[in-house]
């Protein structure tokens, strides 16, 4: 019942963000003024050739219109054709998405383990110099942005130590675990940064203003253990903003894919992005947009769920 | 002695619906042996070295209650917190003792503490909302005391808060069980933060400000129920309130407080009928000025 | 509030750090000992009396190139914090005013904004309308204006619910007068944070951006661009990303340092300070993490 409340109510608030995404993406070509025309014809076509191949495209019907067909198509899982190629977009991307996803999700849980393992322990000895470390380490990893760590590790583990290898990828059904995992952890190292240092921030703030809360002195006067009142009743509490924080945080996640893919030479999604706008490949990057945009809608709302069933009392009224 | 006083107790079901796991034996008021000793207790704060409670000494048997009061800031609570052993970081025990069932608090390593936490003494509080966790339902709030303190199963536990709650006279104690506490009124919550309270069989129950921002009426009921609990389950009660029309009702023995000193401590009747100290006086007076005549008043018209 | 944050030590630093870069932006191409685009035959050799920081693959001198890409990182960051601050603030205040549709509407588009990979959009927009730092930076400014959105929003939302304000209006206060004593302190607090943030994101943002090559021309030196073109050589001069790298991050840690500033010192521990010995046993109460 309340998980279906909280899922009706996520998903109020994420059809309007999808549908103004979509239209703001799509809105991209005609602000462009990029066409298909010019990218096969080249800068000295005659308008009639250059109108030929617009109708083709139907580019030459009213912009609701194409914008409603495109919407259309998007909501089946049609991304519609490339301008360059004319291959499939939903194909093209498929085949980046699996690297682009192993290094997103490894990332994330990169992230939350460290973020969850450092937070806590600033949390439960706040003041000390083991609290003091961590923040101090945290607030220098929270500035590095993900282009840096990333040559910082190929630096130390592909240049210096020689124990990874500097790019590619190898599918996991290819080259098993251990060559898969060689080749991912570093780009989800490099993202996972970010998360780390969010994570663990949100986490210790949380954790200590939760043990302020009394409903701790409740619990200790019931005799629970301080391990019970840990984990069910504080880390409970506390996680909120952390995991709100991955949520928020996810949308940046997906972004700085163009970075890493860049320097480890991965052809993941942020890559095709990245070389698709470069070509004025406009229903290219278009279908890259609306799959991240759909990738940071899902993962919310499965974020708002957790958030639902974790912390009932807090999400009431939100 | 210490343990045939523990186990009349531990026999007695509070809740007088559920099975008794041991035969009674006798009522549990005739053990001399105090449940609390509380020996010149001083309490200083670390951060500026002051004394904040300066030496306060009570004893509590079974079936008896002791009233604390006091304006705020007169250490009650401070005190209380000293013999749940949970006082505020940067506050200590300077002096005294404390005897929880026979036992000194300050020798205890913090897993007996735990131990003796909920089992042996537990507490309920002003503004009971807050010391329920938000996010769980209330009813498995209990069971868990039930669970870890008596080693029930889930199943029995669920079956025993239940009753916890309908023995602090909720009416659908089904339903409240699976309520959060954003979902329960005031009085509600104090019922239930009772049974939380009492659901390990303590013997000592500290109840701090626990109907101060209730209505008159439900604060009426919630002290009808801790004379119940007192009368059935044989549980000794530490009354702590700034009110004495509470006080008056429910103790055998009062400590008026001021602050960090005891002022004033005897039998109710003598303190509240024949006050020595000024400060008792004062606050009597001021009872009846503002307190009793309304309500009198009131009653007539 | 500017002298409050100076009496901070970490406030001092921050401003000491923002400023040295600043000064860097206006005079770098002019400090700059040497033209920061000729090349020469002595390529990717290390920091020598001639070459400070060595020089790149085509022999050109970074110490220069740092120094001459400095205005593109500071010019690029300001662009994006000042375009959020004009996107997000304004439409955040006037939401509490225009009535439910302006209200219901922007915060949709907040919520929008805020679900878009930022960077992904930057890049697609960037290289789709033109390629140009400005623009891949006002794009970006829109892209990151949310938390404008929500911190003027909220800081308005409560002067507007405060009954202080009813009451000093009642009391005969002028409209003038309350905004300046009240709203104006209780807003400008939260967007001088979100200024001093936004500002540390735009430093990444647009290091990202020219690390992409995405909105410079490539002989244009930029802070992100000297790490791309050394990540390419990092077996021959494994040393050189490290003065680019630390220079971005010393900016961006600056600017979070100055947001945390000015919010302790406007927030309610701010004001705890000028009670010392209350703020001495409330910190020792929280475990002396303030």
């Not at chain 1, 109510?9 to 462009?32: E, G, H, N, Q």
């Not at chain 1, 253990?225 to 009743?233: A, E, M, T, V, W």
Request: glycine share 10%; net charge neutral.
């Amino acid at each position: 019942m309340r998980v279906l409340a909280i899922f009706g109510r996520s998903v109020a608030i994420f059809i309007p963000v999808f549908f103004v995404a979509t239209f703001v993406t799509f809105a991209l070509r005609a602000l462009s003024g990029l066409s298909p025309a010019r990218i096969q014809l080249g800068e000295s076509a005659t308008t009639e050739a250059i109108a030929n191949i617009e109708s083709q495209w139907g580019l030459d019907r009213p912009f609701l219109v194409q914008y409603w067909d495109w919407f259309t198509d998007v909501l089946h899982g049609q991304l519609g054709t490339s301008w360059v190629n004319g291959a499939d977009i939903s194909t093209l991307i498929g085949l980046g998405l699996g690297v682009s996803l192993s290094v997103a999700i490894l990332a994330l849980v990169l992230g939350t383990v460290l973020g969850f393992v450092l937070g806590t322990t600033a949390a439960l000895r706040p003041g000390t110099l083991l609290d003091r470390a961590i923040t101090g380490f945290v607030t220098v990893i929270s500035v590095m942005p993900a282009f840096v760590v990333g040559i910082v590790l190929v630096e130390i583990f592909a240049v210096g130590l020689d124990l990874l290898p500097s790019g590619g990828y190898v599918p996991l059904e290819e080259g098993g675990v251990g060559l898969w995992l060689a080749h991912v952890i570093l780009p989800a190292l490099a993202l996972s940064f970010d998360v780390v240092a969010d994570v663990a921030r949100q986490l210790r703030t949380g954790l200590v203003s939760a043990y302020r809360e009394n409903y701790v002195v409740g619990a200790l006067v019931r005799g629970l253990s301080p391990r019970r009142i840990f984990f069910r009743h504080v880390l409970r509490n506390g996680m909120g903003p952390a995991l709100a924080t991955l949520g928020i945080k996810f949308p940046s996640l997906v972004g700085a894919a163009v970075v890493t893919e860049w320097i480890f030479g991965l052809q993941g999604f942020g890559r095709f992005a990245n070389d698709s706008a470069q070509a004025g490949d406009v229903p290219a990057v278009q279908g890259v947009l609306v799959v991240s945009v759909a990738m940071v809608v899902t993962f919310n709302l499965l974020i708002n769920i957790v958030l639902g069933r974790v912390t009932p009392a807090s999400q009431r009224g939100v | 002695m210490t343990t045939l006083a523990k186990s009349t107790l531990t026999g007695t079901d509070p809740t007088e619906t559920g099975p008794t796991e041991s035969p009674e034996t006798g009522a549990a008021a005739t053990t001399a042996e105090p449940v609390l000793a509380v020996r010149d207790v001083r309490i200083r704060s670390q951060v500026d070295d002051r004394e904040i409670v300066k030496g306060v000494s009570f004893e509590l048997t079974p079936g008896k209650v002791v009233g604390i009061v006091g304006e705020s800031g007169s250490g009650k609570t401070l005190t209380c917190r000293a013999v749940l052993g949970i006082l505020p970081p940067h506050f200590e025990v300077s002096a005294g003792t404390i005897h929880v069932a026979g036992e000194d608090v300050a020798t205890l390593e913090p897993r007996q503490l735990t131990a003796m936490r909920g089992s042996t003494i537990s507490a309920v509080f002003q503004d009971p909302a807050s010391y329920l966790n938000p996010s769980i339902q209330v009813g498995p709030q209990i069971a868990e005391v039930i669970r870890v303190k008596k080693g029930a199963k889930r199943r029995e536990a669920r079956r025993r808060a239940v009753e916890l709650l309908a023995a602090v006279h909720l009416r659908d104690p089904e339903l409240v069980y699976t309520q959060y506490t954003y979902e329960l009124s005031g009085g509600m919550l104090q019922r239930v933060l009772i049974a939380a309270a009492i659901a390990a069989d303590p013997r000592v129950l500290i109840a701090d400000e626990a109907t101060t921002a209730l209505d008159v009426t439900v604060q009426a009921e919630i002290l009808d129920l801790l004379a119940d609990l007192r009368d059935n389950a044989g549980l000794a009660l530490v009354v702590v309130s700034h009110d004495l029309a509470v006080v008056a009702q429910l103790c055998d023995e009062v400590l008026v407080m001021r602050e960090g000193e005891v002022v004033e401590q005897g039998p109710t009747e003598q303190v509240l009928y024949h006050p020595r100290h000024d400060y008792t006086r004062l606050l009597i007076s001021e009872h009846e000025q503002y307190g009793l005549e309304k309500f009198l008043t009131r009653e007539q018209s | 509030m500017v002298r409050r944050v100076l009496s901070l030590a970490s406030g001092r630093l921050a401003v000491g750090i923002l400023l040295a870069i600043a000064l860097l932006a206006i005079l770098g191409p002019l400090l700059a000992p040497q033209d920061p685009l000729a090349t020469s035959d002595n390529s990717l050799t290390g920091p020598s009396a001639a070459h400070w920081l060595g020089t790149d693959y085509l022999g050109r001198d970074v110490f220069s190139r740092l120094l001459d890409g400095s205005r593109v990182s500071v010019v690029g960051a300001l662009e994006v914090t000042l375009m959020a601050l004009v996107v997000g603030a304004v439409p955040g205040i006037l939401s509490v005013y225009l009535g439910r549709v302006f209200e219901w509407l922007t915060l949709r588009i907040a919520d929008t904004l805020i679900a878009l990979p930022f960077l992904l959009f930057a890049v697609a927009v960037t290289a789709l309308l033109g390629n140009g730092i400005t623009q891949a930076m006002l794009v970006t400014g829109v892209l990151v204006s949310p938390l404008f959105y929500r911190v003027s929003r909220a800081a308005t939302l409560a002067v507007a619910r405060s009954q202080y304000v009813e009451a000093a209006l009642i009391s005969g206060a002028s409209l003038g007068w309350v905004i300046r004593r009240h709203v104006w302190a209780k807003v400008l607090p939260p967007i001088a944070v979100a200024l001093a943030q936004t500002l540390g994101v735009g430093f990444i943002i647009v290091s990202s951006l020219s690390f992409l090559g995405i909105g410079v021309q490539p002989p244009e030196p930029t802070w992100g661009g000297l790490l791309a073109s050394d990540l390419g050589y990092l077996d021959y001069r494994p040393s050189a990303p490290f003065v680019p790298a630390l220079l971005i991050m010393a900016t961006v840690w600056a600017s979070n340092l100055l947001a945390d500033a000015i919010r302790d010192v406007s927030g309610e521990s701010g004001r705890a300070l000028v009670n010392t010995r209350k703020a001495k046993a409330n910190q020792l109460a929280a475990g002396g993490t303030a």
